[in-house]
């Protein structure tokens, strides 16, 4: 049974979606449903699923360096020969 939605969403958004819409093929509430239900099928990973070690690990590295690898080998060596 179809039922009608109201969604509010920016100018360029709807104007970006009715031509991706167009493109493939499909009205822009077929879209939507496909959407959702890609949403609400897709799998959720819960934390009794995730094993120990993974667990442990979680979240103990930090993000990559604001420097290149070569960079950041370069101070290493200057750090440890001269």
Known sequence: ?????????????????????????????????????????????KDENIPPITRALSGIAGPAPAKSDKALLKEALNRRFL
């Open 1 to 45: 049974m179809a039922t009608k939605l109201t969604l509010t969403l920016d100018k360029k958004t709807i104007e970006q979606t009715k031509e991706y819409a167009k493109k493939s093929n499909l009205s822009l509430s077929k879209l939507v449903e496909n959407y959702f239900k890609t949403l609400s099928a897709a799998p959720k990973m």
